[in-house]
């Protein structure tokens, strides 16, 4: 389990959930949180794969300054998972997988 | 669209500027590239001796609440990518807002220190871990290495462990150009030292009494435990190094080895621990991009974490109108960049002839009195790093510096 929740000093945050999907995969996030936490709470680390040698990537800086978490969302490519905060029937994809 | 100011930067320091500046009746805006307001307030959560815990999430929402009620206009998730004389802001939107006074407020960012194999996923900055944890309330991972001590990774290995995430160490950076300094341990225990007067946790606190009697800073980097010193169950590695982190598509392992005083690894006793995480931590620096490309005159000083933009006791860049405040300025606590942002917002107000300028006498002693009681401390020195800015201004000032600006301006 990725999320936490009984937390001793933050009172538990209100969450409506939304459905996004990855690679063509449903999975449940809450709104208001960001791509990255919320596939991440879904146990996704792996974001896109690097142009170059196809390394995997995923979430380096957390604040949109480094770019490594770049990801395609609703087709427009090199979105920010940090900082772009998840959307019910969003559409994300990882790029520069050998498959995409 | 016409501003009276506008303000780039959500966090701490831009907020209380907008405030600030609406508040004694300025039309502000204030621009920030996130989706929601509250920069890197929104992860942090410590103890203060007086008020009890500071929960920056909900210090942040209050804010939001502030800019509804004093009318600020907010752009949230736009991003600045230009600024004209004298003032033109452009939004990647293709929106421009056009002011006479723009107050920059773009905080900071972390400094790198390369360890091979961190380009795996699951490898992150401590700050990313921090957003994670106390405002997404996702953990970063089941099996967390620490790499870095310094008062932000000793405070969120303390907020990984309120979250139930296991730690399974605090390590030093490996020896490379990058780390310098933070890989020896006899100079970390020195640092942390000096470091500890008002720690706010239970790393900190017990970091900075073990390194305040001189017995322990002579001899504490040689007799230092190789198996760390538990702090509520978190192990401190201060003679042990992750020499590379390693995975097949993310994090799967890093490999420790202990170090000698002087920071030099033992290759023939690595270890191997399993993680899924690894957060490293290379302490902050101010980013003055937007400054520099604005043409505000920067100076270098350690104390302050890096280049600053040079500014007046009021917070004015060498650039009329241009205001700086919070971490630009030099990297210290939310308090401090609160402060320092009123302090702008009052300065700008008193230009625009909305306040008394006698205000803005007061609003500086707010910035020392915060500076004074701040709990947590991220560089060594910072008053010795403050007198060295308004310094540096003086000489600026006096040999003309700002006309020069002024006829460059205008030419």
């Known amino acids: 389990m990725m999320r936490i929740t009984d937390h001793p000093i933050l009172e538990d945050l209100e969450k409506r959930p939304v459905t996004i999907t990855f690679n063509g995969m449903d999975y449940q996030a809450y709104e208001g949180e960001s791509i990255a936490a919320a596939l991440l709470a879904n146990h996704i680390r792996v974001l896109r794969y690097s142009e170059k040698n196809r390394e995997p990537r995923g ?16 087709g427009k490519r090199s979105v920010r998972a940090c900082i772009t905060n998840v959307q019910d029937q969003m559409h994300i994809e990882s790029q520069d997988r050998d498959d995409s | 669209m016409k501003y009276d100011l506008i303000v780039i930067g959500a966090g701490p320091a831009g907020m209380s500027g907008a405030i600030k500046a609406a508040s004694y009746g300025a039309k502000v805006a204030i621009i920030d590239e996130n989706p929601s307001v509250g920069g890197k307030l929104l992860g942090q959560l410590h103890k203060e001796p007086k008020s009890g815990w500071w929960h920056g999430r909900k210090i942040a929402r209050e804010m939001e609440t502030n800019l509804r009620q004093t009318e600020v206009t907010c752009f949230q998730g736009k991003e600045v990518w230009a600024i004209y004389p004298r003032w033109k802001v452009l939004m990647n939107n293709g929106e421009e807002l056009q002011s006479e006074y723009v107050l920059i407020a773009s905080g900071a960012t972390e ?3 390369p360890v091979p194999g961190w380009t795996l996923p699951g490898a992150m900055a401590v700050g990313a871990a921090q957003t994670l944890t106390n405002y997404h309330r996702v953990k970063p991972g089941n099996k967390v290495a620490v790499i870095g001590v310094d008062p932000l990774s000793l405070s969120v290995a303390h907020q990984l462990k309120l979250a139930g995430v296991h730690v399974v160490g605090i390590f030093l950076p490996p020896n490379n150009e990058f780390s310098k300094d933070k890989s020896t341990p006899s100079q970390m225990i020195s640092y942390l030292s000096s470091m500890a007067h008002a720690a706010p946790n239970i790393f900190l606190k017990f970091a900075g009494n073990m390194a305040k009697y001189p017995f322990v800073q002579q001899v504490g980097a040689k007799f230092y435990p190789w198996f760390g010193i538990r702090i509520w169950g978190t192990p401190l590695y201060l003679r042990k190094t992750v020499l590379e982190i390693s995975g097949a598509e993310q994090v799967e392992h890093i490999k420790v ?9 033992n290759e023939d006793r690595v270890k191997t621990v399993d993680v899924d995480c690894v957060c490293i931590s290379g302490g902050l620096y101010p980013l003055t991009e937007l400054a520099g490309a604005v043409g505000c005159e920067s100076v270098y000083i350690e104390e302050l974490g890096g280049h600053i933009p040079l500014h007046s006791p009021e917070m004015e ?12 300025t030099g990297i210290e606590s939310a308090k401090v960049a609160m402060e320092q942002g009123n302090l702008a917002g009052t300065a700008v107000a008193a230009k625009l002839g909305l306040v008394s300028y006698k ?8 910035v020392t009195q915060a500076r004074d009681n701040a709990v947590i401390t991220f560089q060594q020195n910072i008053g010795k790093g403050r007198e060295k800015s308004q310094q540096y201004w003086k000489e600026y000032y006096s040999k003309g510096g700002e006309a020069i600006c002024r006829q460059l301006m205008l030419s």
């Open chain 1, 59 to 74: 979430i380096y800086c957390g604040i949109g300054h480094c770019y490594e978490c770049r990801v395609t969302v609703d």
């Open chain 2, 111 to 113: 400094k790198a220190i």
């Open chain 2, 257 to 265: 080895a202990p170090v000698s005083q002087e920071g030099i690894p």
């Open chain 2, 317 to 328: 860049t060498t650039q009329p109108g241009i205001f700086v405040a919070g971490n630009i």
């Open chain 2, 359 to 366: 205000l803005i006498e007061e609003a500086q002693k707010n």
